[in-house]
């Protein structure tokens, strides 16, 4: 199915006070706009999905592998599936999420590990 959209005529979701998303999801990929403030969490998960992070704004505190990577504009995480992950805004943050296939925890509203502000 061919779309053709505006970030600007998207629905803004609100999942918690501090972090809030819109959505472009295709047969094979889905694509969000992530709009973080200063202090959200994304507490440790994973998902079968493969994840491409690319920083737009601000400056995002992922813990991964064993490691401690700092996601600021220009940069881009891909992060395998399955792979244990979280993340902090340590600014007002902004990012673009892409997902492989689309995440139907997102698609059908039951990722409610987003839904809570830590």
């Known amino acids: 199915m061919l779309q053709y959209v505006n970030w ?3 629905e ?3 999942l918690n006070p501090l972090f809030d998303r819109q959505m472009v999801v295709g047969e094979k990929v889905m694509l969000a706009k992530i709009t973080m403030k200063k202090g959200a969490h994304v507490p440790l ?3 079968m999905n493969e994840q491409v992070t690319h920083g ?6 992922f813990q991964i592998d064993g490691r401690e990577l ?3 504009p220009g940069d881009v995480l891909c992060i395998p599936p399955n792979m244990p992950h979280e993340a902090w805004a340590l600014e007002d943050t ?3 999420d892409i ?3 689309p995440r139907e925890d997102w698609i059908n509203k039951t990722d409610t590990y987003l839904r809570e502000k830590k």
């Open 8 to 10: 600007k005529t998207l």
């Open 12 to 14: 803004v979701e609100t």
């Open 45 to 47: 998960h994973s998902h």
């Open 56 to 61: 737009i704004k601000g400056a995002l505190k």
């Open 70 to 72: 700092v996601v600021r």
């Open 94 to 96: 902004e990012e673009i």
């Open 99 to 101: 997902f492989t296939p």
